[in-house]
């Protein structure tokens, strides 16, 4: 385009009119018309000659005419250059800027793909823990049932949320987890203690009374009425936590509650203790 476009703004330059051998003939022209005006003086009336000077000078104004077109004509192959470069400028632009919009789609598209492999990654991995959490949550509730009271009312708050005491579909996958590490923390840390409450617990006779329960971890659990009447131990089987009434070791109980509360001074107190 670049060369057609110089090639029409030259064409001018390059017209027989203009070159060397143009001048020559305009040259000769007015000698031969200098040759002719001496000619007519000599044999033309003086209205020949007012006829010849006349054309003259239309002649010269025809000349003059030409030299202002030739002006005018160079004047506008110079302002069609400098557009035509204007042109070329913006062209070129226009195709970097299409080039850097190419670039850029190829690289959204390698992002896209990245990131739809990712995500194709994380549902998979989200697949697996969601089965993972679902067991993990199953085990929890079956390990609630064997609980001391005091340690499943402590966690009662999180237990409620776990799959099978509430909507699990409500909730998302890092809360199902936090859940369940929950209630394992507060088993771990109860387990590692022991612990000290008071309950109400119903004996024999039927009658409910405030008692004074220790309990060594989850694993066993021990029982004192203040009158010392009263007594057991208990522990947890594959399901529930078992008590099992044993008046003859309240005492023993009252002591080992007495040493816990730095009432008493420590010794060894001798209490059952089942072992499965």
Known sequence: MNRSLSEKADCGKRHPAF????????LLG??????????????EPAETLETIRSATEKWVETQRILSKEKRDFAL??????????????EIESVENKIREADASIAEADRKRDEMLEEKERLLDASSVLKKLVSRMEERVCTLLERLPEPLRQHVKPLSQRIAGKAD????????????????????DKFHKEITAVSEIRTLPDG???????VYVGISCGYFS????????????????WNWTVKPEIAGSVSDL???L????????VLLPLTIQ
């Open 19 to 26: 070159g060397p051998s143009g001048i020559r003939r305009w």
């Open 207 to 213: 009658t409910s009374q405030e008692v004074a329960a």
């Open 225 to 240: 009425n203040p009158a010392q009447t009263a007594g057991g131990f208990g522990f947890p089987d594959e399901s529930r």
């Open 168 to 187: 699990s579909s409500r909730q998302s996958l890092s809360e199902r987890f936090q859940n369940v590490v929950g209630i394992l923390n507060e088993v």
């Open 30 to 43: 007015l000698v031969a018309v200098g040759l002719f005006f001496s000619a007519a003086r000599a044999s």
């Open 257 to 259: 509650i007495a040493i």
């Open 261 to 268: 509360k730095n009432e008493k001074t420590a010794s060894y």
């Open 76 to 89: 506008a192959k110079e302002l069609l250059a400098e557009r035509i470069a204007l042109l070329e400028r």
